[in-house]
């Protein structure tokens, strides 16, 4: 009997961008990620700097549409130790097809986020995410070329671990 295990892969911006956002109390900003084949996310990260303890952020994750985030898929909320750095959280799992996606963020007022301010795309929404991420996104005020630090881990389709194998004699 024998078994293997799954292949992680990240997709997004793993590396720590030089610029450290403004707060973005009561918005929430997205930044657009491609998957290039389809698989199962798991958890979604992001580098921020908490200058308080127990802040909170929500992070999620949206479908693309005409260039522009669209329906939420899944999203996790959680309070954070103070300090920098990055944050994994585990989301309910997604199925995704390859594409373009956007990793949703919303640091509660204390939160910043870091990021290149070329090579991505990302918006600034108005929503209030008091109670979690918009369901669709809404309100955008602003559209720029962000790379935001954060990435979604993936098992790519067919990558999961496999069931027992028997082997004949």
Do not use: H
């Not at 260039?67 to 103070?82: C, F, I, K, M």
């Not at 390859?98 to 870091?114: C, D, L, S, T, V």
């Amino acid at each position: 009997v024998a078994a293997s295990d799954s292949l992680q892969t990240t997709v997004g911006q793993t590396s720590i961008g030089p610029t450290v956002s403004a707060q973005y109390d009561k918005q929430q900003v997205g930044t657009r990620v491609t998957f290039g084949s389809a698989g199962t996310v798991t958890s979604l990260s992001v580098y921020l700097q908490n200058l308080k303890l127990n802040p909170g952020v929500d992070l999620g994750l949206y479908t693309d549409v005409a260039g522009e985030p669209g329906v939420l898929l899944t999203q996790v909320s959680r309070d954070l130790a103070a300090g920098t750095g990055w944050y994994t959280f585990d989301v309910p799992d997604v199925a995704v097809a390859a594409g373009n996606y956007w990793i949703g963020i919303a640091p509660e007022k204390e939160g910043r986020f870091f990021y290149s301010s070329t090579g991505g795309s990302s918006r600034v929404s108005n929503y209030d995410p008091s109670l979690g991420l918009a369901p669709t996104w809404t309100g955008t005020t602003a559209s720029n070329a962000w790379s935001i630090s954060a990435y979604a881990s993936v098992t790519p389709t067919g990558q999961g671990v496999a069931g027992d194998l028997e082997t004949l004699a």
